[in-house]
């Protein structure tokens, strides 16, 4: 009679490898998904955030304080553009550009050709075209200015009402994915590779960006400083002194959400690693997953 070292294992032994198989086999089908949908919905949850009302509108006021602060900014445009001045200057600019985007882009093609002409009283002599008056930093160029502000409005874009109410539709979806495949997920992972599951792919969609974004953030930081837009000319410190508080925003928020789920991914793997070296440390071992 064989002893219980040599006897064969009962067919239910037998096939609980199988069906562990099976099991990891479906965890992976459902973790591929769930990490990639995890990755958009950080993602869309930062543009979430980003163009909320209070946010958004924020950020649009700094964008265009020093617009509006600029000396020569404020002689030829209250005389060449009078409507687009008077809009970037009303109290409730932020509020109507987060609202449409167009009130902006709209007044921005009204800037003449020629701000220096525009500027001269009609009799006296005008200076070539281009030339500019002393001390102007674009020169009197109307396509010029159209340049810096079409740069400088191009983010309000994304900075709108518009956009925040499309990306909450579109992160409601994810959700719902999250859920349809965050859900199988757990259940076919087994014990402690549960933690492990949901913390492994809040890692992936959470740490690499946030090494990512702090990257880019610092290497930009000195482009904007010191390098690729120093402050040379006109358009250049119209466009250095607006786009600053965008990316300063930007970064703040990503870096916020991506810092909170970067911390959630290291509680729960943390908490794995703990509870396997109690269980392992105690009478018996860790339970063989065969027989549990």
Do not use: C
């Amino acid at each position: 009679m064989p002893s219980a070292a040599t006897a064969p294992l009962a067919p239910a032994a037998a096939d609980e490898g199988e069906g562990w198989q099976w099991r990891i086999d479906l965890k992976w089908i459902f973790a591929i998904p769930f990490t990639f949908f995890l990755i958009l919905s950080l993602a869309l949850f930062t543009l979430f955030r980003l163009t909320g009302e209070q946010q958004a509108e924020g950020i649009i006021a700094a964008m265009n304080a020093p617009i509006v602060a600029q000396p020569q900014f404020r002689d030829d445009l209250s005389v060449g553009a009078p409507e687009l001045y008077k809009f970037l200057d009303s109290p409730g600019f932020a509020a109507a550009v987060y609202q449409n985007p167009d009130r902006l882009q709209n007044r921005i093609g009204t800037i003449p050709d020629n701000l220096t002409a525009a500027n001269l009283p009609p009799a006296a002599p005008q200076t070539p075209a281009g030339s500019g008056s002393a001390g102007s930093g674009l020169g009197g160029s109307g396509s010029a200015y159209r340049a810096a502000l079409g740069i400088y409005s191009s983010p309000m874009w994304f900075l709108s009402s518009g956009v925040h109410i499309t990306v909450g539709k579109i992160l409601a979806i994810m959700i719902v994915l999250l859920l349809v495949t965050g859900i199988p997920l757990v259940i076919f992972s087994r014990r402690l590779g549960k933690a492990v599951s949901i913390g492994a792919s809040l890692a992936v969609a959470s740490w690499l960006p946030y090494l990512f974004l702090t990257l880019v953030s610092r290497g930009l930081n000195g482009w904007v400083t010191d390098g690729g837009v120093q402050a040379q000319t006109g358009q250049q410190r119209l466009l250095k002194d607006a786009m600053r508080p965008f990316f300063d925003g930007v970064f703040a928020e990503a870096s916020r959400v991506y810092r909170y789920f970067s911390v959630g991914a290291l509680l729960f793997l943390a908490a794995a690693a703990i509870a396997y070296l109690i269980l392992k440390l105690r009478p018996g071992g860790y339970p063989d997953r065969r027989r549990a």
